[in-house]
């Protein structure tokens, strides 16, 4: 009698689980679906592309080789690579020190001015990003508007485009909102009245700022940081545009490997090579954010 009181209430309890996991499962597979056919597909492909060597003419030729592998520790790619890094580096510390201040003046920001700014920080991502970048070759181009301003105070002209530095101010112009946001997230959330107690002990704003904001925001940091450094990093439009080709990046040597060279064993093995390098600093910031 026991027995059959108990398995009807467990074949009624085990049907609402069916049911809620096959609910679960038809929202999920539309996304499932779309991420098995354009990532996981094609890194599959890009996985078995690198083991295999360049046609005559381009293409593949299924024949596995290693020569890929050894090819990116030529000295001429890796000065390309540490090229990336130091333009990627500077334009996201240059981004960190514009977009904190800016971050922690919105969080002071009486409530409905908040949204204001954090619309107007969000605005340029309302533009196609090609537009914004060519509006920078017409501000910084030799008749441009900023050598017009310089020249009416008795300065100028200066070749303000075609170089490094034309390079990085594209950079943190472009990605300057992706530091301010995860900035502006974590000193919103910060308890006030850890910086009352600091200063009702006698510290000075800046030594509550280096005591308590700034360790309790490195979260935050290291969010805005590695938003702005992984597309820096892979960046190809701009050194195009801005750079006029004469600093090569990781993403411009990819996409050449594609569409010019057409040694597609070689493109996918840079490819996997700066997504391995991705993936470690994804880690690292993961690191980070559980230590702080």
């Not at 050194?239 to 493109?267: C, H, T």
Request: charged share 10%; proline share 7%; aromatic share 10%.
């Amino acid at each position: 009698m026991t027995r059959s009181a108990v398995v009807p209430g467990a074949a009624a309890t085990a049907r609402p689980r069916r049911s809620r996991a096959l609910g679960r499962l038809v929202f999920l597979a539309p996304g499932l679906a779309y991420l098995v056919a354009f990532l996981l597909i094609p890194l599959a492909l890009l996985l078995s592309y690198t083991v295999f060597r360049r046609g005559r003419f381009g293409g593949v030729v299924h024949e596995v080789t290693g020569e890929n592998f050894t090819r990116l520790l030529d000295p001429l790619y890796l000065d390309v690579v540490l090229e990336s890094l130091k333009l990627a580096t500077i334009a996201t510390v240059i981004a960190l020190l514009v977009g904190y201040p800016t971050a922690y003046l919105i969080t002071r920001l009486p409530s409905r001015w908040k949204t204001v700014a954090l619309v107007a920080i969000v605005l340029p991502f309302w533009t196609n990003f090609l537009v914004r970048i060519y509006a920078w070759i017409v501000l910084l181009s030799g008749p441009g508007l900023v050598n017009g301003a310089l020249g009416a105070v008795g300065l100028g002209p200066f070749e303000l485009l075609y170089h490094s530095g034309a390079i990085v101010t594209g950079l943190v112009y472009s990605y300057l909102p992706l530091m301010v946001l995860p900035l502006y997230a974590a000193i919103e959330k910060l308890d006030p009245q850890l910086r009352e107690a600091s200063a009702n002990l006698g510290a000075t704003p800046a030594r509550t700022f280096f005591s308590v904001t700034f360790p309790l925001t490195l979260p935050g940091v290291a969010t805005g940081c590695l938003f702005v450094f992984v597309p820096c990093f892979g960046n190809f439009i701009i050194p195009e545009l801005l750079g006029g080709g004469r600093s090569i990046m990781v993403g411009n040597l990819i996409r050449d490997q594609f569409l010019k060279a057409r040694d597609w064993p070689f493109g996918a093995t840079l490819t996997l090579a700066l997504l391995a390098v991705l993936i470690v600093l994804l880690l690292v910031q993961a690191w980070s954010s559980r230590r702080a």
